[in-house]
Every structure is written in structure tokens, then in C-alpha cells.
């Protein structure tokens, strides 16, 4: 699946809401961030702790345009949590974390803009 990052290309195909609802995402809180060198990208090997329900998973992201590892830990953010994991060079990743591509494709990422419980799940 190729993802769109033109914001003037046209709406997807019309889904049911049956298929919204099977995609997970949910709001964690950034417990640690640090630098993936090994990645063939630039990113950031990221944990997120979903709450009681989820926990603590791992994942990769491709943010090192705007964010730093030490300005990441207890920033809340957006992830899919129910996609199978996916190994990315020496980093299981266990959730997509979610963002937006930035005029030049840069990512930003996704978040409520007032604090959640961490495992808030998106409607």
C-alpha cells in the first residue's frame, strides 16, 4: 500500500465504518527516545506506554526532522497498536506511530492537543 503525502491528491476510496473501527489507535505517552543509526532512514527508536490495558510498546519512527529524543519523553502521541510487528533492522516494532508529512515531507506527529489517559482509544 502506498501512502499519499500530496496534500492536493483526492480522498480515498469510501470505506464502511466497520473498517474504521478495526484499525486501533490509541494515545500513549513517550516513556523513552533515542537515535536508531541502524536504521537505512533517519529515526528514532521510540517506547510508549499505552496504559494498563496495552503497556509498553515499541516502536520506529521517522521524526528526526522535528524532534529530538529528550524533547519526545512525555509527549503524548497517536498509534495504530493493532498491526502485527514489524522488524525494522535491529528494532521490533510493535505500533505505527502517526503523523502528518509537513510542506517539504517532513513528519509531525499526531496528538490531542489537551492531555488524555494513555490508552485513549480514537472515535
Given at each position: 500500500?502506498h ?9 480515498s ?29 533517519p529515526?528514532?527508536k ?10 509498553r ?24 497498536v493493532?498491526f ?11 505500533v505505527?506511530?502517526?503523523g ?16 488524555v ?7
Amino acid at each position: 500500500m502506498h501512502l499519499a503525502h500530496d496534500p492536493s491528491a483526492p480522498a480515498s476510496e469510501h470505506i464502511g465504518f466497520d473498517a474504521f473501527l478495526a484499525v486501533d489507535i490509541r494515545i500513549g505517552t513517550v516513556v523513552s527516545a533515542e537515535p536508531f543509526p541502524e536504521a537505512r532512514k533517519p529515526a528514532l527508536k521510540l517506547v510508549i506506554d499505552f496504559g494498563p490495558g496495552i503497556g509498553r510498546k515499541r516502536s520506529s519512527a521517522q521524526i528526526t526532522e522535528h524532534y529530538a529524543p529528550e524533547d519526545l519523553v512525555g509527549r503524548q502521541v497517536a498509534a495504530v497498536v493493532n498491526f502485527p510487528p514489524r522488524q525494522i533492522g535491529k528494532v521490533l516494532s510493535e505500533v505505527l506511530t502517526l503523523g502528518f508529512a509537513d510542506a517539504a515531507g517532513a513528519v509531525v506527529l499526531f496528538a490531542p492537543d489537551r492531555p488524555v489517559p494513555d490508552g485513549s482509544r480514537l472515535f
